[in-house]
């Protein structure tokens, strides 16, 4: 795998593949606190001794009332420095780079946390799990004022020695909201035209980079289907002017396919998704490197996409959870144990056994 295990530089960070673990549904390993845990920290070193070459912490809130959970991490206070600067040296230690994603839930926030939710327009609708969701029109002071909380998020990261910061700007929440254009109806600078909608993420790109400097990695990530590709690669055009240094390329609010029919050209015995496709279109269009990310499971997937320059890094999820040591298997060209696709993952479910686990257990139990 020589294109897959070649190393990459985005600005001053040099990795050592192109493996990225990328942020996952917050674990619930944090309490209401939004301190990093020993299990935090035992599960991102395992990822790191296992090969990866960058890490991408779970969505992180910026802000209490934000969150996606109770249990979610945070940075929003500088006691919650010290549990990052822990996971930053033990990822470091083997060789793993290591970013967090800065979130912000908006109409998403946990009704444990917060019963007004707030949203780039009024909203009423459904969430995803098909309940019923409303949230009020966020005022320009608090738009202000949660710019700064990612700003100062990011600069409490730097403190921390980690390598970057990725903006979730994906699936939903509210940078991703901020973008839509179902969601986005205002009538001022924040709304309208896609410009103004992607006017949120870009000044706060900004703020970030004068307060942390040139050297410090700055991402995020976005939907190929905001609400559809052509306006997801004017985003990420946006975004790349604004200053970002690397785009994860995944979905948006909506979860309907960004093209109906995917016309990628593949070998025999694997396929991509649209998913993958939308990163792979969104690359022709910016300069800076795109993290392909969503049902990329072989090592054979990821060095593909890698060598044919469809995409500068590949983001292995439901793999890394799986089986840990994926990136030095595939390294060392070992049988690599993968995700099932069971689609009812045991990671997010409390006191689940992963069924590819119990698969890979009985195995060598029976050799």
């Not at 990530?221 to 240094?245: K, M, T």
Request: one cysteine or more; proline letters at 6%; aromatic letters at 8%.
């Amino acid at each position: 795998m020589p294109n897959l295990f070649s190393q990459f530089k985005i600005r001053n960070m040099e990795l050592k593949n192109r493996i990225v673990m990328p942020p996952m549904v917050c674990f619930g390993f944090a309490g209401g606190d939004g301190l990093v845990t020993p299990k935090n920290i035992e599960h991102y070193e395992a990822r790191a001794k296992g090969g990866a070459g960058l890490i991408v912490v779970e969505a992180t809130c910026v802000h209490p009332e934000g969150r996606l959970s109770p249990n979610q991490l945070g940075l929003w206070a500088d006691e919650q420095i010290e549990g990052f600067h822990k996971l930053a040296n033990v990822c470091h230690q083997f060789g793993a780079k290591i970013m967090v994603q800065l979130h912000s839930a908006g109409l998403m926030v946990s009704k444990g946390v917060n019963l007004s939710p707030v949203a780039p327009s009024n909203y009423t609708g459904t969430s995803r799990m098909g309940g019923k969701i409303s949230a009020r029109e966020l005022t320009l002071p608090e738009i202000s004022s949660i710019q700064g909380y990612f700003e100062a998020a990011a600069i409490r990261a730097k403190a921390a020695g980690l390598d970057g910061v990725e903006l979730h700007g994906a699936h939903g929440y509210l940078i991703s909201q901020f973008f839509s254009p179902r969601v986005n109806q205002r009538q001022d600078r924040y709304g309208g035209n896609l410009d103004s909608r992607t006017r949120f993420a870009s000044e706060i790109i900004g703020k970030i980079r004068a307060a942390v400097g040139p050297d410090f990695i700055i991402s995020c990530r976005i939907g190929c289907n905001e609400p559809d590709l052509d306006s997801s690669i004017r985003i990420a055009q946006n975004l790349e002017a604004a200053g970002l240094d690397l785009l994860h390329v995944s979905t948006g609010l909506d979860t309907g396919p960004g093209v109906e029919q995917v016309p990628f050209p593949v070998p025999d015995g694997f396929s991509f998704n649209w998913v993958v496709y939308g990163g792979t279109e969104i690359k022709k269009k910016v300069k800076i490197p795109i993290i392909a990310v969503n049902g990329i499971r072989t090592p054979e997937q990821a060095d593909y996409l890698i060598e044919k320059n469809l995409a500068d890094l590949a983001a292995i999820g439901k793999g890394l959870l799986v089986n840990p040591d994926w990136a030095n298997q595939a390294q060392e060209h070992l049988e690599v144990s993968t995700c099932l696709d069971c689609k009812v993952c045991a990671y997010f479910r409390p006191g689940g056994v992963c069924p590819a686990v119990k698969k890979k257990q009985k195995a060598e139990t029976a050799g």
